[in-house]
């Protein structure tokens, strides 16, 4: 069976600090894969997908960047973190892009 | 935009009372599809109907689809302690990319 990898489960990281979060996906190959963030009580705001190795798509314009170095991992990174990138970070996967997606456990990440 | 919408924000029943929640988007879909997230935790698939489908049921849930209206609602039927969470509505729209676009989802508590 399939299964979706997130960690760390909560980072606590000072404004500044570079900043990786990791995600991979297990028991399916070519996956379309997706990092949302979710605002305390809000929906889910799409911030970079990939349908293929090294093929990123960015939703919202900020300081963070997504890569995709194999076909099952996708990386969520910053140079340097702002205040505002404090939040619940998720990442999903699916075998097309119009059927359900399947979650990670999140990120909490908290910004000092 | 086409997010959609979920409508009462929060809800509170009593256990084994039914739980209705709705849900408006703004233009044409591919699906919709309804999810949980129980506090900190990734998002959990429920159920999705395509456009051309009016009712779908799983369970103990049940969902309608009128696309003439834009709305779609989620009814739990019998509800339980355990159904807590908050549920989000998330459409599918070709011209968009077949990207899930999400709401801002409706928080139920069940009171035992």
């Known amino acids: 069976s399939q299964t979706i990898h997130q960690w760390p489960a909560t980072l606590v990281q000072p404004v500044g600090s570079p900043l990786s979060l990791e995600c991979t996906v297990e028991?399916?190959?070519?996956?379309?894969l997706y990092w949302y963030r979710q605002a305390a009580g809000r929906g889910l705001q799409l911030l970079f997908y990939s349908v293929g190795i090294g093929q990123i798509s960015s939703e919202v314009p900020q300081n963070l960047s997504a890569s995709r170095p194999q076909d099952r991992q996708f990386i969520l990174s910053s140079k340097k973190l702002l205040l505002s990138d404090s939040g619940f970070y998720l990442c999903a996967w699916t075998s097309e892009s119009n059927q359900p997606q399947h979650f990670g456990d999140g990120t909490r990440l908290s910004i000092l | 935009s086409q997010q959609g919408e979920e409508d009462p924000q929060a809800l509170s029943i009593q256990e084994g009372e039914n739980a209705t929640m709705n849900c408006s988007y703004k233009t044409s879909i591919n699906n919709l599809q309804w999810y949980r997230q129980n506090s900190g935790r990734g998002l959990v698939h429920l159920i999705l109907?395509?456009?051309?489908?009016r009712e779908k049921h799983s369970g103990r849930l049940r969902v309608t689809l009128d696309t003439s209206k834009k709305s779609s609602s989620l009814l739990i039927t019998a509800s339980r302690a355990a159904d807590t969470a908050s549920y989000f509505c998330?459409?599918?729209?070709?011209?968009?990319?077949?990207?899930?676009?999400f709401g801002a989802g409706t928080i139920l508590r069940v009171k035992s």
């Open positions: 109907i395509r456009s051309n489908e």
């Open positions: 028991g399916t190959s070519n996956p379309n």
């Open positions: 998330a459409t599918v729209n070709m011209e968009y990319g077949n990207k899930l676009v």
